[in-house]
């Protein structure tokens, strides 16, 4: 006989995610639940035996050192990161084409690999050449060159962020290895996810870009 009334099953399923790693306490269910579940009647193993606890108390040594390493860990980088905040102030030498031009003055940094003829061509933040610096034949190693802030027709550009592009070949032609660099102050200190990051003139460097500390 019809009711009139319809009903709607609904099926709820949960999905468990199986672990891939096995810890030293499901080492133990496992081992407990194979003793349970041995046969007293039959001829044991003694051998097997002390091979899984040989297992289980490697297995909880090796988490043991790891927890303990990672706490070392946890602490040296908590002193690094405090050790770190005594370079605000100090000069470092970034690997970079940008410089800053100030009260008309600008120093640029040069690496070169070998002997070159150097040409340095200025750009201002539009990417407009504003100056042509031919410094003529330099040797090998690091050189500082000063701009005095003006451009090819002997005006006096204001204060700024510009780019300098080397042009570095030796007397046959052949170009040259050449890194420009900037000495620049440190004015604060930041964390990326554990990393000490150099705050200066509003961009940022990690260690790996510091070519040298200077007071």
Do not use: C
């Not at 090998?140 to 070949?169: I, Q, S």
């Not at 032609?173 to 003139?201: C, E, L, P």
Request: no cysteine; hydrophobic share 35%; glycine share 6%.
């Amino acid at each position: 006989m019809e009711t009139g009334i319809v009903t709607n099953t609904s099926t709820t399923s949960t999905t468990k995610t199986a672990s891939q790693s096995l810890d030293k306490e499901a080492f133990l269910q496992l081992l407990v639940a194979q003793l349970k579940n041995q046969d007293p009647t039959s001829a044991q193993d003694t051998n097997q035996m002390v091979q899984q606890m040989t297992a289980y108390a490697q297995l909880e040594q090796a988490q043991n050192t790891n927890s303990l390493l990672q706490g070392i860990q946890l602490q040296n980088q908590s002193l690094f990161q405090a050790q770190a905040t005594g370079l605000v102030g100090k000069k470092i030498r970034v690997e970079t084409s940008d410089f800053s031009l100030e009260s008309g003055s600008a120093s640029l940094g040069l690496s070169l690999a070998s002997q070159a003829n150097v040409v340095l061509t200025i750009k201002d933040a539009a990417g407009n050449t504003v100056a042509t610096l031919n410094e003529g034949s330099q040797a090998k190693g690091t050189h500082v060159f000063e701009w005095n802030g003006k451009n090819a027709a002997g005006e006096t550009l204001a204060d700024g962020t510009y780019t300098v592009k080397v042009a570095a070949k030796d007397d046959s032609g052949n170009a040259v290895s050449a890194k420009t660099t900037q000495d620049i102050t440190v004015n604060s200190i930041a964390y990326d996810d554990g990393a000490v990051v150099f705050m200066a003139n509003g961009h940022s460097y990690y260690f790996s870009d510091i070519l040298q500390f200077s007071a």
